[in-house]
């Protein structure tokens, strides 16, 4: 059974950076396509960044426009991680972050992710 665990929420003030880590456990991470969510109070789900095996040693990176510039995400794959660093965070990036993996290398939709983190709530005050 693969486990999906988040760590890294908080509190912090407009500006400023967090960096969220998503553990995943399981023999094959390094193709694994991982994403990173949100979803805010009365708000739909929404992909944030993912991340997805393209090739030997290779991977590929997509963000939500809103958070294009300001958010990374990157893998270690000898420590089965995924990260998330946001910078230059904003009030309406508030919300529970949830991280979600999948073994198919490829592009999926939300509902298409197999395993799923609780989640981990980020709070941005102004």
């Known amino acids: 059974q693969v486990q999906v665990v988040e760590s890294g929420g908080g509190m912090v003030q407009a500006g400023g950076s967090l960096r969220l880590s998503c553990a995943v456990s399981g023999r094959t991470f390094s193709f694994y396509t991982v994403g990173w969510f949100r979803q805010a109070p009365g708000k739909e789900r929404e992909i944030v960044a993912r991340?997805?095996?393209?090739?030997?040693?290779?991977?590929?990176?997509d963000y939500a426009d809103s958070v294009k510039g300001r958010f990374t995400i990157s893998r270690t794959n000898a420590k089965n991680t995924v990260y998330l660093q946001m910078n230059s965070l904003k009030p309406e990036d508030t919300a529970v972050y949830y991280c979600?993996?999948?073994?198919?290398?490829?592009?999926?939709?939300?509902?298409?992710?197999?395993?799923w983190g609780q989640g981990t709530q980020v709070t941005v005050s102004s």
């Open positions: 979600a993996a999948d073994p198919r290398r490829t592009a999926l939709g939300i509902s298409e992710y197999t395993y």
């Open positions: 991340n997805q095996w393209t090739g030997v040693s290779t991977y590929s990176a």
